[in-house]
Each structure stands twice: as structure tokens, then as C-alpha cells.
């Protein structure tokens, strides 16, 4: 079941003495919420609502399987990314709205260094020449740093 509705109705869970859903959502308005390194292709919800003496609480969590770029080696990868939220509604609200509770879930979700697996080969690194680099302390001094192609004096901070 896919569900575009996010607004419940507080006096309705009030009555029925709280609601549990699970569902799949349209990922095409949550797109914005992700980062352009991820690509989002399913995401599932989990809400309970729970009545208190003069409120409804409510707790939930996502799960996104989304595809991301690896940040070490730049290829594509697939990970699920999971995130919990919660709120508490006080008596006097018409309507409980859970899409910007969603929202803010997935933003925080997403980590801010997505890495294949933790044995990434970094497979670009292959470019980079490593022996180009070299430490000459004895000729040049302690804080030198010798290069192919000049030689730099390194700051000490």
C-alpha cells in the first residue's frame, strides 16, 4: 500500500485509544530530503500512536533503501538507512501532521561519509603517486618536504 496521506485526525486516535500503520511511501516527495549523492528506491514507515491522559504520543521509525556513492572510492552502492522520530501532540489539535517528522528523519539518516564497506579498496587512489612525495630530513631539514619537482618548506603549526 502506498500512502500520501500524512495528516491524522487527533480526535479519532483519541477515541480509538491510540493507532499502529506501517506502510511504503511515495519517494518522489521525499526526494528533496536526500542529498544528490543518493538515490532513494524504497522507503517504509512505522507509527504508533499512543494515548496519554490529556495527549497522544507518538513514535516511529523509517527505513530507506536508497543507492549512494562511495565517498573513498566513488562507486555506487546500495545500504539501507534507518532513522526514529517522535513527538507528543497535546489536546486541542485537529490534525497530527507526520510528513515533516519523515522528512527530518531521512535528512538525519543519510551519514555524512557513506563508505561501501569498511575493506574499500579506494580504487581512484591507483592514480595518485605516492613516491613522488618523499621526507628528506637529512638534506633539506627537519621541516622540508622534497617533491620531483621542488622542494617546499613545510609550516609547523
Given at each position: 500500500?502506498?500512502?500520501?496521506?500524512?495528516?491524522?485526525?487527533?480526535?479519532?486516535?483519541?477515541?480509538?485509544?491510540?493507532?499502529?500503520?506501517?506502510?511504503?511511501?511515495?519517494?518522489?516527495?521525499?526526494?528533496?530530503?536526500?542529498?544528490?549523492?543518493?538515490?532513494?528506491?524504497?522507503?517504509?514507515?512505522?507509527i504508533v500512536f499512543s494515548?496519554?491522559?490529556?495527549?497522544?504520543?507518538?513514535?516511529?521509525?523509517?527505513?530507506?533503501?536508497?543507492?549512494?556513492?562511495?565517498?573513498?572510492?566513488?562507486?555506487?552502492?546500495?545500504?539501507?538507512?534507518?532513522?526514529?522520530?517522535?513527538?507528543?501532540?497535546?489536546?486541542?489539535?485537529n490534525e497530527i501532521d507526520?510528513?515533516?517528522?519523515?522528512?527530518?528523519?531521512?535528512?538525519?539518516?543519510?551519514?555524512?561519509?557513506?563508505?561501501?564497506?569498511?575493506?574499500?579498496?579506494?580504487?581512484?587512489?591507483?592514480?595518485?603517486?605516492?613516491?613522488?612525495?618523499?621526507?628528506?630530513?637529512?638534506?633539506?631539514?627537519?621541516?622540508?618536504?622534497?617533491?620531483?619537482?621542488?622542494?617546499?618548506?613545510?609550516?609547523?603549526?
Open positions: 500500500m502506498i500512502k500520501n496521506e500524512f495528516i491524522y485526525d487527533f480526535k479519532k486516535i483519541f477515541e480509538n485509544g491510540g493507532l499502529c500503520e506501517s506502510f511504503d511511501i511515495n519517494i518522489d516527495s521525499f526526494k528533496d530530503s536526500f542529498s544528490n549523492m543518493v538515490q532513494p528506491e524504497n522507503i517504509y514507515v512505522e494515548v496519554l491522559d490529556n495527549s497522544i504520543s507518538l513514535k516511529g521509525r523509517i527505513e530507506a533503501s536508497v543507492k549512494q556513492l562511495c565517498s573513498r572510492c566513488g562507486m555506487p552502492f546500495k545500504t539501507v538507512l534507518k532513522g526514529d522520530f517522535e513527538d507528543l501532540y497535546p489536546t486541542g489539535n507526520i510528513q515533516p517528522l519523515i522528512r527530518e528523519a531521512l535528512t538525519l539518516s543519510e551519514p555524512m561519509k557513506a563508505i561501501c564497506s569498511p575493506n574499500c579498496k579506494m580504487q581512484h587512489l591507483e592514480y595518485f603517486d605516492y613516491k613522488r612525495f618523499d621526507i628528506n630530513a637529512e638534506k633539506q631539514g627537519a621541516y622540508y618536504a622534497k617533491s620531483k619537482t621542488k622542494t617546499h618548506k613545510i609550516q609547523k603549526r
